[in-house]
Every structure is written in structure tokens, then in C-alpha cells.
């Protein structure tokens, strides 16, 4: 007779953008009844933890880590052991290396249960306050650093049956908006957010050529920034 297996379950986990207040009570109850952590940057979980007051133990994993951060989990969840999965900041899953844990836990251990435990996103947050027009979009995620490139702004021709949203770092932000400009024209609606929720969040709401003046005028370009391109 085959011993039957009790496997852990996976959860999900989303956490604050920003703001620290923007944690649903399910996930911190989640996070305190967990037996550990999965976290793409154990520094950044470690403080949202520490304002909490939730202690357990903490496991990292990034694009550089799959192999041992998949086989670590995995064994623990053979073990009956119940894991959270975290990312930077949102949820996990969603342009964020933890997609791979998922995707790997989904086909290695059917048997286990993957719950999400739904909370803030960047893209969401964005497309919530835009006024455009959301019963369908694009969400495009980071674009290329430098291969294709090119190509990805280009491709934004081609998707103008609803509006699109992706992330872009403080270093790129310009040359995206350069971009858009030079693909779609002046006049095109965007929404750009920069540090959503957090204490100096910049919400610009306008055309793409008065967005890379609002952006070029910013003090600093620091913290990640979400675009939101109307489909006219």
C-alpha cells in the first residue's frame, strides 16, 4: 500500500507597492501562519516583516536562483511544510521571477494547492485612476534593455485596440517616453505614476510630448515607474 503524502500548500502572497497600509488582513494572517518565506529580496520582505512583527524563516530566491530556490521548496512542501511566496513589491507571479517557482511547483507537484492571496499591483493601481476605457488592455511588463527594444516600442502601432500599460525603470523612463512620442505622435493620452502609494508618489495625467517635459523636470527619477497609453 502506497503511504499517503500530506504536501504543504503554496500561497501566494501580495504585499504593499509602497505603502506599508496597503496589506489585506488575509495576507498578514497568512504570513503568520506560514511555517517560511519565499521572498525575491529578503531585505525588502525582511522590513515589511519586522513592521508586523512576523517572524519566521526567510528563503531567496531571483532570476539567478531557480534551480535552488525550486528544489528547496519543493522539498519543503513534500514535507507538509505551508510556504508564502512574496515578491519586491505586488504580486507575485506577475512580471516577477516567481512565475518560474509557480510554473515548476504546478507541473513537479500537481498535488499541491497554489492559492493566491490577492492584494496591491502597480498595474491595476494605474489603470484604476487612468480614464481610459479598461474592459480590455495590454499589459506589457518591463521592455528590453537594449535587444529589442526597438522593436517593443515599435510594436505599440500594432496594439491600439485598447490601452496598453508596462513598467520602466528611473534610467529608461525617458528614452520610453521619447519613444512613444516618436511611434505614436505628440498628442497621445498617457498616464504616467512614479513611486505609487508611496510618500513621493507623481501621478502625470496628459500627452506623451508634455509627459517628457513633466518627467525631464522631476528633481529625481528615482523608484519604478507604470505608463498607461490611451488607444487614442
Keep these: 500500500m502506497m503511504e499517503n503524502v500530506k504536501y504543504g500548500t503554496l500561497f501566494m502572497v501580495a504585499t504593499p507597492i509602497g505603502n506599508l497600509g496597503d496589506i489585506t488582513m488575509r495576507a498578514l494572517e497568512t504570513l503568520k501562519s506560514v511555517d517560511a518565506i519565499f521572498a525575491e529580496d529578503t531585505r525588502v520582505s525582511s522590513k515589511l516583516l519586522f513592521h508586523y512583527k512576523i517572524q519566521k524563516p526567510v528563503f531567496h530566491y531571483d532570476e539567478h536562483s531557480h534551480n535552488r530556490a ?13 510556504i508564502a511566496l512574496v515578491t519586491d513589491a505586488g504580486t507575485p507571479g506577475i512580471a516577477d521571477p516567481g512565475s518560474r517557482l509557480i510554473e515548476i511547483v504546478s507541473k513537479e ?3 499541491v494547492p497554489i492559492i493566491p492571496i490577492p492584494g496591491a499591483s502597480a498595474v491595476i493601481s494605474l ?5 481610459f476605457n479598461t474592459e480590455q488592455f495590454t499589459f506589457l511588463g518591463y521592455p528590453p534593455h537594449k535587444k529589442g527594444r526597438k522593436t ?9 485596440t485598447w490601452p ?9 523612463i525617458e528614452k520610453a517616453l521619447s519613444s512613444i512620442v516618436e511611434v505614436l505622435g505628440n498628442d497621445r493620452r498617457i498616464v ?14 496628459g500627452t506623451a510630448k508634455d509627459a517628457l517635459s ?4 522631476l528633481e529625481k527619477q528615482k523608484g519604478e515607474f507604470a505608463v498607461a497609453i490611451s488607444r487614442d
Excluded at 489603470?127 to 480614464?131: A, E, F, H, Q, V
Excluded at 504616467?192 to 495625467?205: N, Q, S, Y
Design 152 to 160: 517593443f516600442f515599435e510594436s505599440l502601432q500594432k496594439l491600439e
Design 192 to 205: 504616467v505614476g512614479r513611486e505609487l502609494t508611496k510618500l513621493h508618489e507623481d501621478i502625470f495625467r
Design 214 to 217: 513633466h518627467i525631464g523636470n
Design 164 to 172: 496598453v500599460v508596462f513598467y520602466e525603470s528611473p534610467h529608461r
Design 70 to 82: 525550486a528544489a528547496k521548496l519543493m522539498e519543503m512542501l513534500k514535507d507538509g511544510k505551508d
Design 109 to 111: 507537484l500537481p498535488q
Design 127 to 131: 489603470l484604476s485612476i487612468s480614464g
